[in-house]
């Protein structure tokens, strides 16, 4: 079975999907006090990346403020979400509460979605999910917002994304980047926001001054968009040296 570039992630290939897509349309029928059982089952074998409800704790890292980074508004009634790389649906269960008319989530990992479609049938909020591998997936309509979130990094030949775009050596990256930032264009209606979260790592904090974060912006220009910004700064925590750097790209 194929990986990310990077070598986190196993992609699901195509008899996987198939039965993915199976097993997550099975999932919703599943009764209520199974499905809750089955819930907790999930969440005590996994190690999550994200953290819902009772179980999250606000700090830097949580869920919840990684939500407000992305400045969404609070409602969201009749625009359409697809978050790529949703993980347990933590973004797409909170697009759908807020009245989106369509919610979509992909990821290649077929627990983290069961775990997400569990959570969809407990807040009764309809959403579609999928086991696939960006950018190898069949898009059939664009998005009010499309959230790419902490993903492209995955897909190059190092996760460090600034020595990609200042370091000449990397040209075949900055041209997959480009590649993917037009793919995500492509998804992204006309007026709409495409939201890309690409990790810092570093030694010492003093670092992060000597790096030109608004370098991202020409990419998203280069690839279509009619305006790019740093939307927010989402701080991870200190012990793991990371920090998240949030961008807005308008189609």
């Not at 609070?74 to 347990?88: H, M, N, Q, R, W």
């Not at 959570?119 to 009010?144: G, M, N, T």
Request: glycine residues 6%.
């Amino acid at each position: 079975m194929p990986f990310t570039t990077s070598g986190d992630y196993k992609l699901p290939g195509r008899l996987s999907r198939c039965i993915g897509t199976a097993v997550l349309w099975l999932v919703r029928w599943i009764p209520a006090p199974v499905a809750a059982s089955a819930e907790k089952y999930i969440h005590k074998r996994h190690d999550y990346y994200q953290v819902f409800g009772d179980n999250e704790q606000e700090t830097p890292g949580s869920s919840s403020a990684k939500w407000r980074a992305l400045h969404l508004p609070d409602d969201l009634t009749g625009k359409s979400v697809i978050d790529i790389g949703c993980a347990e649906g933590f973004f797409c269960l909170e697009s759908a509460k807020r009245g989106a008319g369509m919610v979509v989530g992909v990821d290649v990992r077929l627990s983290t979605l069961i775990c997400a479609r569990l959570l969809a049938s407990k807040h009764k909020v309809s959403i579609r999910y999928h086991l696939a591998a960006f950018p190898d997936f069949r898009v059939r309509q664009k998005y009010d917002y499309v959230l790419c979130l902490s993903v492209l990094h995955h897909l190059l030949s190092t996760k460090d994304i600034w020595k990609v775009i200042s370091d000449k050596n990397y040209a075949n990256d900055k041209q997959k980047l480009l590649q993917y930032l037009r793919a995500l264009h492509a998804m992204t209606n006309e007026g709409g926001s495409c939201i890309v979260e690409m990790p810092y790592e570093y030694d010492e904090p003093g670092e992060k001054k000597h790096v030109d974060f608004n370098l991202f912006n020409e990419y998203f220009l280069a690839a279509g968009f009619t305006s790019a910004r740093i939307l927010d700064e989402w701080e991870h925590t200190e012990r793991d040296r990371k920090d998240r750097v949030i961008y807005v790209g308008l189609g």
